[in-house]
DNA sequence: TTCAATGGCGCG
DNA sequence: AAAGCGCGCCATTGAA
């Protein structure tokens, strides 16, 4: 959307030059759209979306920098700390952030192992990533600690120290730029900053999260889609068991809990939720027993039975995943529910890996495309209204995937809130509802409730 | 100084 | 790491 990326000088000759272009490019294009049937998409959906993300762009969010301040102060005592006993474990000094220099630490002076040889890809040097060190700290604290070095050093770089450096002089607020043909599933994008992967699973992950603040007489109202990828499976695969369970309103992961697990597997509730969960939002996509197992932490036998037993529970899912890869195969192309497209030639690669990467891919595409031109729309319809809602005081101001953000005067809050929900969930009409969790908060934290 | 490749990891 | 998918940004490293 926006010169982001662009030196000044740059952008100043390229102006000209690019309204050229434009005007070249548009008669190809148009051919282009005409021909792979997506003029509707494009006039429906694309076209309108632009100047709702530029209103975005500019509207920026206000970010608390003296709390951010006050969280770089902590935090570098405790990396301070930290450094230090790592360095004392490793019987001296070295760099904590280079893989390079850690890995002859672990694997060659301490003479650490793992239970299968791990190489990076492309250097085949020792891996020291998350699930290496997690395996090593069973038997040493060093990898411990720098796991935890690491989690810190993250969320330090990443947010803590950079977001306050990107407050704009004039408008006082953080401006991304949302880059609208960069997925290949349909999604947006966000950079320069990325707002769309700020901080939320860890605590010092919320407390970052809590610096994104409404100005004052303002609140901060957010409205994400419940579940929406599996409500878009449901609608797209027919399921009877997953359409029955959304419009029953049963929660979904219970559902699958039962099925997968049976009604008397003795695990706690919570438990049963918890893998469920992971299985819903994995197994669609191609994920394996192994990796199942690994992350659920049962053995890989226990895991293929969970695998079985939920294509089992919902037969017409293993028939759309079928149907996708099958049709893929024959036309290189596989769409979303509005027509989007992509290229999966890889479908036909005669290598295993690369197929069955392309496989999943191919599958994951319709799936989150679909919920992507759900969320689109959405953000079209209620843009729209906003004028009509709270006085016309109420912005839209980000927008993450299933979720939208929105700022208004605290006293407009309900009104606002209630025509959000009300438009999110009738955006798109699907054979199950689409229902939208709504909260208010003075940080976006707490907004999400 | 800048750039690209790399390993790693934040989010949905 | 990869043997769920989709992104963008960080620091390091080596080269230009």
């Known amino acids: 959307m926006s010169f982001a990326q662009i030196p000044v000088q740059a952008a100043l000759d390229y102006a000209g030059e690019r309204s050229d272009l434009s005007l070249q490019l548009a008669g190809p294009l148009r051919a282009i759209l005409q021909k792979d049937g997506l003029e509707t998409l494009y006039e429906t959906l694309?076209?309108?979306?632009?100047?709702?993300?530029?209103?975005?762009?500019?509207?920026?969010?206000?970010?608390?920098?003296?709390?951010?301040?006050?969280?770089?102060?902590?935090?570098?005592?405790?990396?301070?700390?930290?450094?230090?006993?790592?360095?004392?474990?490793?019987?001296?000094?070295?760099?904590?952030?280079?893989?390079?220099?850690?890995?002859?630490?672990?694997?060659?002076?301490?003479?650490?192992?793992?239970?299968?040889?791990?190489?990076?890809?492309?250097?085949?040097?020792?891996?020291?990533?998350?699930?290496?060190?997690?395996?090593?700290?069973?038997?040493?604290?060093?990898?411990?600690?720098?796991?935890?070095?690491?989690?810190?050093?993250?969320?330090?770089?990443?947010?803590?120290?950079?977001?306050?450096?990107?407050?704009?002089?004039?408008?006082?607020?953080?401006?991304?730029?949302?880059?609208?043909?960069?997925?290949?599933?349909?999604?947006?994008?966000?950079?320069?900053?990325?707002?769309?992967?700020?901080?939320?699973?860890?605590?010092?992950?919320?407390?970052?999260?809590?610096?994104?603040?409404?100005?004052?007489?303002?609140?901060?109202?957010?409205?994400?889609?419940?579940?929406?990828?599996?409500?878009?499976?449901?609608?797209?695969?027919?399921?009877?068991?997953?359409?029955?369970?959304?419009?029953?309103?049963?929660?979904?992961?219970?559902?699958?809990?039962?099925?997968?697990?049976?009604?008397?597997?003795?695990?706690?509730?919570?438990?049963?939720r918890r893998r469920a969960k992971i299985i819903n939002y994995a197994l669609l996509y191609g994920k394996q027993a192994f990796t199942l197992a690994k992350d659920i932490g049962v053995s890989r036998e226990e895991a293929q039975s969970f695998i079985d037993a939920y294509f089992a529970g919902f037969p017409s899912v293993r028939a759309f995943i079928d149907g996708i890869i099958e049709s893929g195969r024959n036309t290189g192309v596989v769409k979303t529910m509005f027509g989007r497209r992509r290229l999966v030639p890889d479908l036909n690669n005669r290598n295993g890996q690369v197929r069955g990467a392309a496989e999943r891919a191919a599958v994951n595409m319709p799936i989150q495309g679909s919920a992507a031109d759900i969320l689109k729309k959405a953000m079209i319809d209620v843009h729209a209204a906003l004028p009509g809602v709270a006085g016309g005081r109420a912005r839209m101001i980000l927008t993450v995937h299933d979720e939208l953000l929105f700022e208004a005067p605290a006293e407009a809050a309900d009104e606002t809130a209630a025509a959000v929900r009300e438009l999110m969930e009738s955006a798109v009409k699907l054979n199950v509802p689409l229902t939208v969790d709504v909260g208010v908060g003075e940080n976006w934290k707490e907004a999400k409730s």
Request: glycine share 6%.
């Open 46 to 272: 694309e076209h309108p979306l632009l100047p709702v993300l530029m209103a975005i762009e500019m509207a920026g969010v206000r970010i608390d920098g003296p709390a951010l301040a006050t969280q770089a102060q902590r935090i570098d005592e405790e990396l301070y700390t930290l450094a230090k006993r790592i360095y004392e474990l490793a019987g001296e000094e070295f760099n904590i952030n280079s893989p390079k220099k850690l890995g002859e630490i672990l694997f060659d002076k301490m003479a650490l192992t793992t239970e299968t040889l791990r190489r990076t890809s492309k250097t085949k040097a020792h891996s020291t990533a998350f699930e290496v060190l997690e395996e090593l700290g069973l038997v040493h604290e060093l990898p411990r600690l720098v796991l935890e070095w690491r989690g810190l050093m993250k969320l330090k770089g990443t947010y803590i120290d950079a977001l306050p450096q990107l407050v704009h002089p004039q408008t006082g607020r953080v401006h991304t730029c949302f880059n609208q043909a960069v997925a290949a599933t349909g999604r947006l994008s966000s950079s320069d900053p990325n707002l769309q992967n700020i901080p939320i699973r860890t605590e010092l992950g919320r407390e970052i999260r809590r610096a994104f603040v409404a100005d004052r007489g303002n609140v901060l109202i957010s409205a994400d889609y419940s579940q929406i990828e599996l409500r878009v499976l449901a609608h797209m695969s027919g399921d009877p068991a997953l359409l029955e369970a959304f419009t029953g309103n049963v929660d979904i992961h219970d559902r699958t809990a039962m099925k997968v697990f049976g009604p008397d597997s003795g695990l706690s509730e919570h438990e049963l």
